[in-house]
């Protein structure tokens, strides 16, 4: 079986196996490339900004905060944090080499001298234990092996009234982008001396009016971004042949941060309320006599989000 056909099954492969195929990829494809900031990105820099603000206001008694990118890859988040926001200290950690010396080269030529690059894989324990206030994990957590081990010890890490940034592929809202992965592959494995990424842009971008793009695009593009997409060879590579992938829906999602000694402090996603949504008084009644988790497991299923982007706090330490 190829690697690849392991992305968004749940199949008996080692932990060892799937972070070292996820390693062999990054240095390959040294993620994200050139990709320009998206809605979430302007949510989530409103965001940490209203958190950095807070710290500060209320005066924790931290001289300087501290802040962890998770993931970091070629740190594009990481140099751009560090930019806007000089007082932070910040570390990127991520466990391809390759990302991390173009990171370094990056923050290197932008003259940026608050913060530092780390190799790491995210399943072990970090043996040196300071306490960051805020955490990202951004487009990390799915292709992980072990989901709740990577938050426990993100969770090490944190201080208690720290905070975790969490964004992570849905189940139900990347159902059509799984079934065209799957078709690519059979088509690559076809011709295998084939150029994959050649043959991907023009799966995207040939077949079927292009549907594979708008099928895992969320926010409308118009051709010119599109085409964007499509010519970013990295992106291509991460979306459409990462070894490993693992989405969840919001039930699973909620457990495995529950498990890990989390709760969620805010949704950032774009998840409407339960009145936009349910027109019909019956069916609104109905889902009323339903617990708050149930509730949003039932938003869930009608809504089927591409992503989650949740804000966590320890709830002990």
Known sequence: MNKNTRAGKKEAVSTYEITEDSKAFYERYQFPGDVSVNHDGVIFYKSITRAIDEYTDHDRGCSTLKVMDAGCGTGNTTIALARLFPQLEIVGVDQSN??????GVHAQREGITNV?????????????????????C?????????????LLNLKEVMSAHGLLYLWIYGRYGRIKHSMNVRALHMLRDAVKSQ???????DFVSKVNGGNALDDLLVSKYNEVEKARFINNSVW???????????????????EIISG?????????GRWRKSEEIIKSPL??????????????????LILKPEHYFVVLRPTKK
């Open 98 to 103: 390759g990302s991390l010396k173009q990171a």
């Open 260 to 268: 890990a000694g989390f709760n969620v402090h805010m949704n950032l």
């Open 283 to 300: 069916v609104l009644n109905a889902f009323r006599q339903l617990g708050h988790k149930e509730q949003d497991v039932v938003l869930d």
């Open 195 to 201: 150029d994959e990424i050649a043959l991907a842009k």
């Open 138 to 150: 951004l487009g990390v957590l799915h292709h992980t092996a072990d989901m709740k081990n990577v």
């Open 236 to 254: 291509i590579a991460d979306q459409f042949f990462n070894p490993y992938e693992m989405p969840l829906d919001w039930k699973e999602l909620d």
């Open 116 to 136: 530092k690059f780390m190799q790491h894989n995210l399943l072990r324990s970090f043996e040196n234990q300071m306490q960051y206030d805020i955490v990202l």
